[in-house]
């Protein structure tokens, strides 16, 4: 196994495509979550546009690229996922049954460790038996729309029932409702920034708007269209007023749910639910495979999903110094978090504390 590192910007075309060869034949190939846009060669390259750091290594064998890993390293050696925090699909893009060395891998990264927060599965090399397991839930559509509402029907009756009716109410009293799949406007891309930042303000979040790369990476995405992948706007009206948008990247078969907002103004009629619905018949009709809405609990992901893949959490490490200073002090912030997320009474009460801290940052 050869493996070399290169910046995004120094990327061969002919290894552009490779990359994107293999993710086109992850899905028959029986590896569907490689096939995700987060692991895709554009969104690696708008990372590397916007943040320094990044960084790729191109495993080969016999001269023919094999796999690619993006990644992020600081100056100590500590590898991250690339765009850990805001990525819901880390891993390495690999052929059919390729087998790595994890060690080997780490050291020709320069690296000392690596961490995920979105490893996909079928990730075996990394497994170290310390990986923290979580569901995303995903809404299939490789069947059809009618397929999939017929499956609402069944499993969330009531849900679909009164989005439905809601979608009707609105219709009926703040104008027609229409739908744009793939909308070019940036005024709207900005509208669905200042929702979204209002709402992480509201829900006392950290606001991800704040951030200069982000905001610039979001821009970087819009602007990029390739056969095999897109920055998707995806935007609600209500007569000619937007009331709900969504922003994520796409490939030919996987749509991620990333950036989702709408005007509180019309709370009342769940626009960002009936946009979800949109989203998916739009996608059965582009002949998708399926909706990946992201780890992370919520009532309407376990309205909506048809299923649930597993993303993993953790690191792998080499024997190093700053490996081990690394673990100590993820292992103790995640053994606070893995506590206060296992009992309920104290999740809620973190809950309203994050809301009420909200509140306060927005009447100030």
């Known amino acids: ?44 390259l708008a990372v590397g546009r916007c943040r320094s750091g990044v960084r790729i290594a191109v495993l080969r064998e016999g001269g023919r690229p094999a796999a690619f890993l993006p990644f992020h390293r600081s100056p100590l050696g500590v590898g991250r996922a690339i765009g850990l925090g805001v990525s819901d699909a880390q891993g390495l893009v690999h052929r059919p049954g390729l087998r790595w060395d994890a060690r080997e891998l780490l050291r020709a990264c320069g690296l000392s460790v690596l961490e ?22 995903v809404i299939d559509v490789d069947q059809g729309y009618q397929a999939y509402l017929e499956q609402l029907r069944a499993q969330s009756p ?36 200042r929702w979204k930042s209002a709402q992480y303000r509201r829900t006392g979040r950290s606001d991800r708007f704040a951030q200069a790369w982000i905001v610039r990476l979001v821009r970087e995405l819009f602007h990029t269209r390739t056969d095999s992948f897109a920055g998707l706007l995806s935007v609600l009206y209500a007569g000619d007023r937007p009331i709900a948008a969504h922003f994520g990247p796409r490939t030919r078969s996987v749509l991620s749910c990333w950036f989702p907002a709408y005007d509180p103004a019309y709370a009342k009629y769940s626009p960002g639910l009936v946009l979800h619905l949109r989203m998916a018949e739009a996608a059965a009709a582009a002949s998708m495979d399926y909706l990946d809405m992201g780890r992370g609990e919520a009532e309407y992901k376990d309205s909506m999903k048809t299923r649930e893949l597993r993303v993993a959490e953790g690191w792998v490490m080499r024997p190093h110094p700053v490996a081990l200073g690394h673990w100590a002090h993820r292992a103790s912030r995640r053994a606070l978090r893995s506590a206060v997320l296992a009992r309920p009474e104290l999740r809620d009460a973190a809950d309203r504390l994050f809301r009420q801290a909200g509140r306060i940052r927005a009447r100030g």
């Open 116 to 137: 995920f927060d979105h490893l996909v599965a079928d990730q075996r090399p990394f497994d170290n038996g310390s990986w923290q397991p979580h569901a995303s839930p």
């Open 158 to 193: 009531k849900f679909l029932r009164t989005t439905l009716a809601k979608e009707r109410k609105l219709g009926r009293n703040a104008g027609p409702v229409r739908y744009v799949h793939d909308e070019r406007d940036p005024e709207a891309l900005r509208t669905l920034a």
């Open 1 to 44: 196994m050869d493996i070399t590192v290169h910046h995004p910007r120094d990327l061969s075309a002919a290894d552009r495509a490779a990359w994107t060869a293999l993710q086109s034949e992850a899905p028959s190939a029986g590896a569907p979550q490689l096939a995700n846009p987060f692991l895709a060669p554009e969104f690696a």
